[in-house]
């Protein structure tokens, strides 16, 4: 298996470093640090959920995703300086959203709404991913601070939850891309998995390119990789 | 292989119907009905390129997805009501667009843009890869156009490109879901592929379940004959 | 009496057709087409009534006018790109639910109210006249489905209304403008009339010419013939 | 014929004073009092053109019509509180527009814009007709100017145009409503004249009321009464 | 002490002018004019407050600034035509609704919000200071008009509150700055006091200039001259 | 003198971190911890000026001041989600940009704009000034770097800039609020000096009291101070 850039190898995750109760006001607070890749992941915790759901005893989990202006290469305009949410930040969040009230039981946690602020601060690849795995961290927390404090009486967590980005970049299946390989990529993939192992999520493709069956499977499997290795340092944490 | 509620097999299509030239003042225009979702295609040729593009030789391809107040059930506001694009509409429209570039070779276009509108008329599932589907068919006919009218020289279609909806329902792996279905699934997914058999793009998951490798697997051979009942539907138009 | 560039008599209206249910799920659908001119009329009923009516007993009758991107030659921008309701869509809407309430008994309707969304899908002139003309027809079938379901004891509908816009092009009045008609026009008006032959409203003038009050005339009773035309149409369709 | 509650005849117009060079800033500024209504007319020059005018010689005239938030018995809020210009401004504000466009020759004004702001101090009636009449006063100031600069060569007014309001209270014709009087109208309308008595526009209807061609004729004589009132007001101001 | 170009001394406000009751809605309204400045200031009374003060038995003040766009020399687009406030109006908002605040005793008050609508007719310097001295007449007529209905028991009024401009010109400090003298200014600054000699806010500095501790109080002795000035013409104005 | 709740004397600031070039992208990044506040600040060069400055051979600086949504302990609204930048922020980010113009000679920056994002990340009382003087030093970086890359012939640093809050709280002048301090303070002022011992900008006051002349030169005695000790710990890290 050959070398990339920066001297990983194929199916080779970046350094990871969380840092617990970043923020001291959240419920779940965590800075998510993969390579370069910086993100900060709010919780909050209200206690009402969206109008959908008044009344089904059931709760809610939301995430907004959002870049600081110079946390890429170039300055981003803000939201609201061009009055409208970016489009890929709306997409990724909505991902986000998805992929974590799949790591809660919504009615255990019953009629709250927990939104996860993810925050860049500086980016280089596999920000919606971090989002993901820091926000699933941050949950964690804010649950724990809930049963801490008798707001909740068993704790709603029902699966572990990380996420990591794979692609096919110059002929070769490669485990979480950083921008500059990201960027090159003919097919890059969003993989998000539970502890047991299963699929919560998938999302990608080839702008450049297309794949096969097999390369699916290829790219599943290197996803997998790299989600053990989330779920090995989340375990040391403790 | 059991039956489903229309009566329709595990992994048999709905009535595909497609209009030609069903609005006459666009480039292109479709409108395709799939069971009872129904959507209006239509393809408009600008002369520029977007900001990124200029003098790059190459052109884009851009679609906007936006459905009838009264498509669904429930009357749903107007984005301009609430001055914003809808979330989900805006994660549909950035897929549409994606996977809809994968069908052109974008040097060959040249300067141009292909402004796809996808309107969607009335809803029954599936109306994100119907609009893929009828988004590829209005602008092969804008192409046509363009190539009668000696605007451009070489075709610059290089795929067909169609997708569909597979999910998990009531544990079983069914292909193209009716709302009906699509509300009730543990896991679906939106595919789509070229006529070459390759896939373009994966995108979907399980909000109420996950998934395993081999059901993935099961669920992309439901999409594979899928997409090909479309293609053939596409050759017996000409 | 000379002739018009399609063929038709100064005093003639294009062909009209209506498609009763056109969409399956609101509780009034029509498509309406006078000539090249498509306008989808849906009917929603909702069972509360604006801030400025709550408690009066009374319902309320509201219009929401949009065209589709490419129902014109050129393609519009969609106001959510512009975040900016488009001025001439809101003064249509405005006119088109004073209209249509001048067609309903709104204390025989009670606290509900009527929402009337009008989606231009192809346009050549008298979208706005097609609009209310197919707005009242979808009105009058929501208020029959809704007696048929109980929700309503006596019928509201108090006057048939329908609309026509007539003009001086080339210095001769005329009904039933077309586009390419329209736009070479010195004077043009949008006259809504009451099945008993009364006017509820006119609107229009003249940004090329001006006009003496014997023209006045002369336009006010081509607009009572086109709006007879219309009456007898849908007294055809029961 | 009766008296109303103001001691006014049927067809006799409120009091009507002009004040000329109220702003010391615009090109042609004007506050017009009829009644109790107040409206403060300014005029903006612009040396550019709209887009689908640029190249082609011709000037445009545009207006915008606001209402300061208690010019009215109770506070409205601002546009830019509800991110939303109003409805009934914007349509009141085309109307304006269309009919000072009515007083000018476009291709003498040439290349030019004229913006005319109007803005509402004090509402009681009548304000988008006051607006036409103080907005083609101030834009006569305005041209006075360019010519007196040298910036035109000939004056490109070709039409006195004001406007009133009349409508059918209590069953009677009459003339110049005040708020109360226009609250309680079964039919309003307004109408845009000439000093050549002929007209540019009507607009308006009945929304508690329908109304025959014999009361729309005896509306128009009122009409053509008010305005040679303001005609002769303006003559004599010389 | 050297003269200015309009004649005026060093330490000389322009000419002031209060027009109380200027449009007859509002609880309180005034017409100031400073100079060439004038404002129209009009006071609403609420019977509600924001969310924050919600049964706290407090009321609230808060103000709108807003500039009519032809009060300056050259036109300025509205908030709606950008959809964003203005921020300089919204920075000149927060100060004069904090000044407000500062001359009524928010108990004394009950749960009333009133509402300061300052509108710049014609702006020639100081229209921030004229905002605060005629918004605090125009309250203190607000709460006559309360207290007369019996709305109110006792008068909240607590202190009487004014504010001027002052600023350093050619390096010579002076009051109430002009337009001129205002964008030739090395330091200014805007200071508002009550009639018990108190100071209740300071803002300004110099974008051109800085400025020492002695040179401030110097500006701050101006400051209190002229706001001298002020409670006199008030004073005499009963 | 007495002590304040976290033991610190009246006149005495908390303790001050900055670490430079936090992150990697912009031209100058900085962030700067006083106490528990934490604002990140990133310098963007841009070879563009605002439209007023075009051809006139100088440079600007503008600042955009933005919290994130939990730096609070409730969590706040972004700004996208109200579709309005929120007033406090705006009449922050006009303070800061007024304040760090005056740090720079924008003739010697030439044809440029600087723009600071400040972006807190933690609040607890001075973010407004923490903001000015960590945008200080990130301008300082930037400088260097232009002259490193040969992009400035000459540091256009004219001033030394920074920023301290003083506070009048339980009758106590006090420097460098807290969050809990700042929310009890009677009047509380935001000082912004040079290194040369000059003022830039004052702003503030008292919404729960009023102040004599005296105070006010306490409590720029207390800024004097403080600034000080920021230009010492600006001095140290050289």
Same sequence: chains 1, 2, 3, 4, 5, 6.
Wanted: glycine residues 10%; positive net charge; proline residues 2%.
């Amino acid at each position: 298996m050959g070398k990339r850039r920066d001297g990983r190898k194929l199916d080779e995750m970046r350094k990871i470093k969380v840092t617990k109760e970043y923020i001291i006001y959240p419920e779940g607070s965590v800075l998510i640090e993969i390579g370069n890749t910086k993100v900060i992941c709010n919780v909050t915790v209200e206690d009402k959920v969206p109008k959908f759901l008044i009344g089904k005893g059931k709760g809610w989990i939301t995430a907004e995703y959002n870049m600081l202006p110079r946390s890429t290469h170039t300055r981003m305009l803000r939201d609201i300086s061009k009055l409208k949410k970016n489009g890929r930040s709306l997409e990724i969040q909505r991902l986000i959203g998805r992929c974590l009230r799949g790591a809660v039981d919504l009615e255990l946690l019953g009629e709250k709404t927990l939104i996860v602020d993810c925050d860049v601060v500086q980016a280089d690849g596999g920000t919606r991913t971090a989002s993901i795995t820091g926000g699933y961290i941050a949950i964690k927390l804010a649950c724990n601070k809930l049963l801490e404090e008798g707001k909740l009486e068993k704790n709603p967590i029902k699966n572990g939850v990380v996420a990591v980005s794979v692609g096919i970049v110059d002929e070769k299946p490669m485990l979480d891309l950083c921008y500059e390989e990201d960027s090159r990529a003919d097919v890059d993939m969003n993989i998000c998995m539970t502890d047991k192992g299963r699929f919560l999520e998938l999302q990608g493709g080839g702008e450049k390119g297309d794949f096969s069956k097999n390369e699916l499977i290829k790219l599943m499997e290197l996803g997998e990789k790299g989600c053990k290795t989330l779920f090995n340092v989340i375990e040391e944490m403790k």
